[in-house]
T-cell receptor
Framework: DAGITQSPRHKVTETGTPVTLRCHQT?????MYWYRQDPGHGLRLIHY???????DKGEVSDGYSVSRSKTEDFLLTLESATSSQTSVYFC?????????????FGEGSRLTVL | GESVGLHLPTLSVQEGDNSIINCAYS??????FIWYKQESGKGPQFIID?????DKRQGQRVTVLLNKTVKHLSLQIAATQPGDSAVYFC??????????FGTGTRLTIIP
């Protein structure tokens, strides 16, 4: 079974501070994703990665950056957190065949920006 | 648990009855359509998918129907059980590896 660990699971921070969320997978899946989930919006793609050092933007990428220096780790960084970035963040890996949309999600990281 | 959505469409179904959850999509070019289930405090979980050249696919107690003419997708759950209570999302693969999710429907099972 695919395994994803997100850290931290909960974080409270202040406006203007940097925040990094980590996603760690225990298998060798090529594609990794960061989504945010907000009431009324479902899940929205922030960034995704298709290999080490290969990343691309999603629909809500402004204010976020990502890095993938190893296959197993995908980091999401908020350089200067804002209250609008208060959300639940989900990491996912693609476990199905290419182009099918079968993703395995982590448990989520709840971020509160005061 | 995590707050998934405060103003989601809701569906209440008697235990043992069949549930039908509907979804409208917008992109005619989507290749795949997928249903996810999200229980409180957890991440979404893949249920079933259907390719755009199909109109029906069955899984264990679930059936997905695709009507491309009206851009409509539905998920049918047979003999609904308490464990089926969750928020259900439809999603479409629009460009290669990107998924676009709907806003979700909350399914509540009445004992």
């Amino acid at each position: 079974d695919a395994g994803i660990t997100q850290s931290p699971r909960h974080k409270v921070t202040e406006t203007g501070t940097p925040v990094t969320l980590r996603c760690h997978q225990t298998e060798n899946h090529r594609y990794m994703y960061w989504y945010r989930q907000d009431p009324g919006h479902g899940l929205r793609l922030i960034h995704y990665s298709y290999g080490v050092k290969d990343t691309d933007k999603g629909e809500v990428s402004d204010g976020y950056s990502v890095s993938r220096s190893k296959t197993e780790d995908f980091l999401l960084t908020l350089e200067s957190a804002t209250s609008s970035q208060t959300s639940v963040y989900f990491c996912a890996i693609r476990t199905g065949p290419a182009g099918t949309g079968e993703l395995f999600f982590g448990e989520g990281s709840r971020l509160t920006v005061l | 648990g995590e707050s998934v959505g405060l103003h989601l469409p809701t569906l209440s179904v008697q235990e043992g009855d069949n549930s039908i959850i509907n979804c409208a999509y917008s992109n005619s070019a989507s290749d795949y359509f997928i249903w996810y289930k999200q229980e409180s405090g957890k991440g979404p979980q893949f249920i079933i998918d259907i390719r755009s050249n199909m109109d029906k696919r069955q899984g264990q107690r679930v059936t997905v129907l695709l009507n491309k003419t009206v851009k409509h997708l539905s998920l049918q759950i047979a003999a609904t059980q308490p464990g089926d209570s969750a928020v259900y999302f439809c999603a479409e693969v629009v460009h290669s590896e990107k998924l676009t999710f709907g806003t979700g429907t909350r399914l509540t099972i009445i004992p």
